[in-house]
């Protein structure tokens, strides 16, 4: 299939195209049936840590929208996707709502809780901003514990089954893994063209200026507020789909730690960048997988119990991740991703400095 080895582009159109070449449009279209396929050729184990990703990759593109694209820090990122868990499933469990409209509906109490701190950004921003965002995840972890009667306190709540799903029986895994793949499909490609767009393009001038941006007329305090909004509309998508995934919710899934998480994705994957959100979740998410796969081996290797020194360096890596990205790679894999990409489109005719 021919290549261009130059820019034929005479549109702003073209250049802004999403699905540049039609080799392009082949390689996509070859990666969905791939992923279509895969619930029906792997086991159950593989199928729910490809839920948990298409889950997380959702709620790091909504914190990327946020951070990445408009400039504000977030860490109360889990928290919001905790609304969204627990909005939920007090939809289902107490209002009896089905499991896809409480869905909706629970991301979009959780996009209207993201004003509170969202209201913040017309007044603050910087570091000031974000301590406002952890004040919610402090804030929302006193009243999940203090409201028992309706959250459950440190038990948590039991998220009632969606029936249509089947997800008890055989292929429920199945089922959930192709819900949660279209809306992840659908919202990356909705965030993809909302950078097309006149709103996305001041998200972007916001973030790199936020002052020029104002004296240029852009209400930089209203698209704020409306970054938050979308970034927390993703973040309770997500929140939903993990209470419905999981069959049982509490305070500690939705922690700091899950605040640090998502930042730590973006950061790896690539701020700004959609598909650094994507490579980062899969990355960030096969770093745990791949320690127990390392203490097993190595348990049966030295016949001694080492999972607890392997999973008490996980964190470390995290860490040591974010600061080797930072240094070396501040775009993170998504630049990788494009540096290879031009290594081959330009290969064997490559320019050296």
């Not at 301590?131 to 038990?155: H, K, S």
Request: hydrophobic share 55%; proline share 3%; charged share 10%.
């Amino acid at each position: 299939m021919m290549r261009p080895c130059g820019n034929y582009k005479t549109s702003f159109a073209q250049d802004e195209a999403i699905f540049q070449t039609r080799f392009v449009q082949a390689c996509l279209l070859c990666f969905f049936v791939l992923l279509l396929l895969l619930p029906f050729v792997c086991n159950r184990y593989v199928i729910n840590f490809a839920n948990i990703t298409g889950i997380f990759v959702i709620g790091a593109i909504g914190l990327n929208i946020l951070t990445g694209f408009t400039g504000v820090i977030s860490l109360g990122h889990g928290a919001f996707v905790g609304i969204g868990a627990y909005a939920t499933t007090l939809l289902t469990k107490d209002l009896n709502v089905p499991f896809l409209v409480a869905l909706p509906l629970g991301a979009l109490i959780t996009a209207f809780s993201g004003l509170i701190p969202g209201l913040a950004a017309l007044r603050i921003k910087g570091m000031y901003l974000a301590i406002a965002t952890l004040a919610v995840q402090v804030m929302f972890a006193f009243l999940i514990v203090e409201t028992p009667r309706f959250t459950g306190g440190d038990l948590g709540l039991s998220v009632p089954v969606p029936t249509f799903l089947a997800v008890q029986s055989s292929s429920g895994q199945i089922h959930f893994y192709l819900l949660i793949l279209g809306i992840a499909i659908a919202l990356t490609l909705f965030a993809r063209n909302l950078f097309r767009t006149k709103t996305g393009r001041l998200f972007v001038a916001i973030r790199d200026n936020d002052l020029a941006s104002e004296v240029l007329g852009i209400s930089v305090g209203k698209y704020r507020l409306l970054s938050f909004w979308i970034g927390c509309f993703y973040a309770g998508l997500a929140g939903g789909l993990w209470a419905g995934h999981s069959g049982m919710i509490s305070p500690d899934q939705f922690s700091l730690g899950l605040s640090i998480q998502f930042l730590s994705i973006i950061l790896v994957g690539g701020m700004g960048s959609i598909l650094g959100s994507i490579l980062g979740t899969v990355f960030v998410l096969l770093i745990p997988e791949v320690l127990a796969g390392l203490a097993t081996e190595a348990n049966r290797m030295f016949s001694m119990d080492l999972t607890e020194y392997f999973s008490s360096i996980n964190n470390a890596i995290f860490g040591l991740l974010i600061i080797v990205f930072l240094l070396y790679e501040p775009l993170g894999l998504a630049r990788i991703w494009w540096r290879i990409k031009m290594y081959f489109k330009l290969w064997p005719f490559s320019y050296r400095t």
